[in-house]
């Protein structure tokens, strides 16, 4: 009965409620960096989901407090869903449980201050009354959250998962499927295109280090998303922080359709990921071809890295002279050599790559090396009497450009995918 009349005297003085919901925006975008102080997992979030879903969820939860406040009831169960949501995320993305309720108790501790704060004379059978509330508040949310987390962590350890990528790594090694497929409740498609992804590398700091598995396994999360997305089913893949491969379902009759629409899911990648993506991609007409598929597109996009070419997708096509010259034979010996009594001057090498890159131009050289076009002209004729080969002659050119390639690929540093 007790609870009751303070409920009522609450409900008597509506303007608290009203004066404390104008105040719900700032208050929302206040609790948000409270959490990233005394939270150190919220301070590695990025900044769009702090600024985006994170203060759109602290906001709805103190409007739903006052709601609930207002009617002298506890949250229902569907008025809770927003939070349950929120909480299956954060599960996803490996946010620990403590930091997540931890989260509700400040922002249920900054809107009590909050709302002393904006009360006026008269008003303390309605902050008792608050009080009260707040503790049955939070009570109900304390359990949703913890609930719906742990079925989340359930799910996400559970034996179909482990089964899923058993049955991927299956068809990335040609090994038999028949008993993975019924156990991951998952359709083997009979074609696929095979798309390898390297994801970019994580910014360095402190608590980049701290919070690093959280903001790892949410790139997973919004990449898988995306992949989920692009093909209308769960996609099959074996994805880290640094990239992967994913199996892009097709049939024969759809394959270059699937094909022909990967570009525009590198660049959703792309924005899933916050940064630059470098990725290839093969078709697999059969099962049977996917191993194949998949150690090309492996040397395609390793390639495409070292020789440093933008981020984006790539295809054989993209790179079929690049490809075929880097192939250990004699002949690629023979082109690393030929630039042997250059390589050791940093200058000429730099002026022969722009040179070449910008169509044997000399002056738009000049523009890309600062330097005057004598100096351009200089430089080729010192590479000419030291390898033998005229850059300004057109088939010397092609050696040349052939044997920057052939270096450019075997002197970069292992790339991890």
């Known amino acids: 009965m007790a609870d009751v009349a303070r409920s009522a005297a609450l409900r008597s003085s509506p303007r608290l409620i009203e004066r404390m919901a104008r105040r719900v925006p700032d208050l929302a975008r206040r609790a948000v960096e409270q959490f990233t102080v005394e939270l150190p997992m919220y301070g590695v979030l990025p900044r769009e989901e702090l600024d985006g879903e994170i203060v759109d969820v602290v906001a709805e939860n103190i409007r739903l407090y006052l709601r609930t406040v207002q009617k002298g009831r506890p949250p229902t169960a569907e008025e809770l869903t927003g939070i349950r949501a929120s909480a299956a995320r954060r599960a996803e993305e490996g946010v620990p449980l403590a930091d997540v309720l931890a989260a509700y108790h400040v922002g249920a501790r900054l809107s009590w201050l909050e709302m002393v704060d904006v009360s006026a004379p008269g008003d303390d059978e309605a902050l008792l009354a608050a009080c009260v509330s707040l503790l049955r508040y939070m009570q109900e949310v304390t359990s949703a959250v913890s609930s719906v987390y742990l079925e989340v962590q359930q799910a996400i350890h559970g034996e179909e998962r482990v089964a899923r990528q058993q049955l991927t790594s299956a068809l990335m090694s040609g090994q038999p499927t028949g008993l993975l497929v019924e156990r991951a409740g998952a359709r083997v498609a009979p074609s696929y295109v095979v798309l390898e992804v390297a994801l970019p590398v994580p910014a360095a700091g402190p608590q980049a280090d701290a919070g690093s598995g959280v903001a790892e396994r949410r790139r997973i999360r919004l990449v898988q998303a995306e992949l989920d997305a692009f093909a209308g089913t769960t996609v099959l893949s074996v994805l880290d922080g640094q990239g992967g491969t994913a199996l892009l379902p097709a049939t024969p009759e759809r394959l270059d359709a699937v094909d022909g629409a990967v570009p525009?899911?590198?660049?959703?990648?792309?924005?899933?990921?916050?940064?630059?993506?470098?990725?290839?991609?093969?078709?697999?007409?059969?099962?049977?071809?996917?191993?194949?598929?998949?150690?090309?597109?492996?040397?395609?996009?390793?390639?495409?890295?070292?020789?440093?070419?933008?981020?984006?997708?790539?295809?054989?096509?993209?790179?079929?002279?690049?490809?075929?010259?880097?192939?250990?034979?004699?002949?690629?010996?023979?082109?690393?050599?030929?630039?042997?009594?250059?390589?050791?001057?940093?200058?000429?090498?730099?002026?022969?790559?722009?040179?070449?890159?910008?169509?044997?131009?000399?002056?738009?050289?000049?523009?890309?090396?600062?330097?005057?076009?004598?100096?351009?002209?200089?430089?080729?004729?010192?590479?000419?009497?030291?390898?033998?080969?005229?850059?300004?002659?057109?088939?010397?050119s092609q050696v040349l450009l052939a044997a920057l390639t052939v270096r450019d690929q075997a002197s970069a540093p292992d790339l991890a995918q």
Not at 285 to 303: F, N, Q, S, W
Request: aromatic share 4%; charged share 30%.
């Open 264 to 396: 525009d899911l590198v660049s959703r990648l792309q924005e899933a990921a916050a940064g630059p993506v470098h990725a290839a991609s093969t078709r697999a007409e059969t099962l049977d071809a996917i191993p194949a598929g998949l150690r090309l597109a492996g040397e395609v996009l390793d390639l495409a890295r070292r020789l440093g070419r933008p981020p984006g997708l790539y295809r054989l096509g993209d790179l079929l002279v690049e490809y075929q010259l880097t192939r250990p034979g004699p002949a690629r010996d023979e082109l690393a050599r030929r630039l042997d009594h250059i390589a050791d001057q940093p200058q000429l090498l730099d002026t022969l790559r722009a040179y070449l890159d910008h169509e044997r131009r000399r002056g738009r050289a000049a523009e890309v090396l600062h330097v005057h076009a004598n100096t351009v002209d200089y430089r080729l004729g010192r590479i000419a009497a030291l390898t033998g080969l005229d850059p300004a002659r057109s088939a010397d």
